[in-house]
């Protein structure tokens, strides 16, 4: 199997190769402000599903839309917003781990401990099953983190 610090190696180099511009923003957003590209957050984290949201069932937070499946889960949203963010920004984990802001495949996500982790799909790279390959969930949150902090303070 695999270790941490050669699963690294692969995936700068592969990182290093991708057609994905590193993104500048704080949060994985499109032109129109929508996160999640339009998926709920309510579904990832209560349903543990991606769904796809429907315009009429929005709410802003942080000057940022987020769709719903339903007026139950706008309302769900709306009283603790905080509790349905996605980590770091909504870009992929695993990138951030590697030090890079990736948007992500909206149908490729992990749930622990309460949060939602999201992960960018491409043929030469699957960072959810890099990140679930070593099954090490705290060892690459933290590194993660630290990463995040950086990254924000280098782009805001």
């Excluded at 984290?45 to 499946?69: P, V």
């Excluded at 690459?140 to 990254?151: C, E």
Aim: charged residues 25%; aromatic residues 14%; contains cysteine.
């Amino acid at each position: 199997m695999k270790t941490i610090k050669s699963i690294l190696i692969i995936v700068s180099l592969t990182l290093s190769t991708l057609s994905f511009a590193q993104d500048k923003a704080a949060n994985n957003i499109d032109n129109s402000n929508i996160a999640l590209q339009g998926y709920s957050p309510v579904s990832y984290l209560d349903l543990g599903l991606a769904q796809l949201g429907n315009k009429n069932y929005k709410s802003e937070y942080d000057k940022i839309t987020y769709y719903f499946t339903s007026e139950k889960q706008k309302s769900t949203f709306d009283k603790n917003p905080k509790k349905y963010m996605p980590q770091y920004g909504g870009y992929c984990a695993f990138g951030i781990y590697a030090g890079a802001k990736f948007r992500v495949d909206p149908n490729k996500f992990i749930i622990k401990d309460g949060k939602y982790y999201l992960f960018l799909n491409d043929v030469e790279l699957d960072a959810q099953q890099l990140w679930m390959a070593e099954n090490n969930h705290n060892k690459l949150k933290t590194k993660a983190d630290k990463n995040w902090n950086k990254l924000c303070k280098t782009y805001n």
